[in-house]
């Protein structure tokens, strides 16, 4: 079992549409829970972060952390063209010096 | 500030070649890491440093080398390229102090090894 699973997708959503990506995880040790968006033939930028469980909301943007669930969740209000790009979940522990990534979920919105 | 830079942004090489992809960092950070992503595979971890002088291993390291003499610079050697390094390889840089520290990616290096 890979320590961090996601969804690859690709998912494609209409414009306006409220989109859903989700991450799981094994290590219980991790506490800082991040979110990187990745356009094409780009590096990965920072989207928001959240520290153990809880929400976080920035614009249209909110991501959820479930610790005893081990599940971890971002959330797109209104989605826009420009949201087209790959969400990739990473997260780390206090301890650890490496982030660890999910695969990615590539997101397609469709004007 | 510049932020992470990578060069080049495009190499081709044939197998058994080496080469060095260059990694900068301006923003002062101790720790360096380099990653490769491949389809399905999202972001592994090659090698790291916590500070000029100190090197570690992460999840896919052979066949990498890496060194950091200086604080700026994380320099990634391939020794002898073959076809299963062909991937697209990023550099990153944090801060290591308590708390969240954000961590910035390069551009990029797409390898293509024949």
């Known amino acids: 079992q890979k320590e961090v699973e996601q969804d690859p997708g690709p998912l494609s959503v209409p414009e306006g549409a409220i989109v859903s990506l989700n991450c799981t995880y094994s290590?219980?040790?991790?506490?800082?829970f991040m979110w990187y968006r990745q356009y094409s033939r780009k590096g990965p930028e920072l989207l928001m972060y959240t520290y153990s469980s809880g929400n976080k909301e920035d614009g249209r943007f909110t991501a959820q952390v479930d610790k005893s669930s081990k599940y971890i969740s971002l959330f797109i209000r209104d989605s826009q063209p420009s949201d087209s790009a790959t969400y990739l979940c990473?997260?780390?522990?206090?301890?650890?010096?490496?982030?660890?990534f999910g695969p990615g979920t590539r997101l397609s919105v469709l004007p | 500030n510049a932020g992470v830079t990578q060069t080049p942004k495009f190499q081709v090489l044939k197998t058994g070649q080496s080469m060095t992809l260059q990694c900068a960092q301006d923003?002062?950070?101790?720790?360096m890491s380099w990653y490769r992503q491949d389809p399905g595979m999202g972001l592994r971890l090659i090698h790291y440093?916590?500070?000029?002088?100190?090197?570690d291993q992460g999840e896919v390291p052979n066949g990498y080398n890496v060194s950091r003499s200086t604080t700026e610079d994380f320099p990634l050697r391939l020794l002898s390229a073959a076809p299963s390094q062909t991937s697209v390889y990023f550099c990153a840089s944090r801060h290591t102090t308590g708390g969240f520290n954000e961590q910035f990616f390069g551009p990029g290096t797409r390898l293509t090894v024949l």
């Open positions: 440093s916590v500070g000029a002088g100190i090197t």
């Open positions: 923003m002062n950070h101790e720790y």
């Open positions: 990473a997260m780390y522990d206090n301890y650890g010096q490496n982030f660890v």
């Open positions: 290590n219980s040790a991790f506490q800082y």
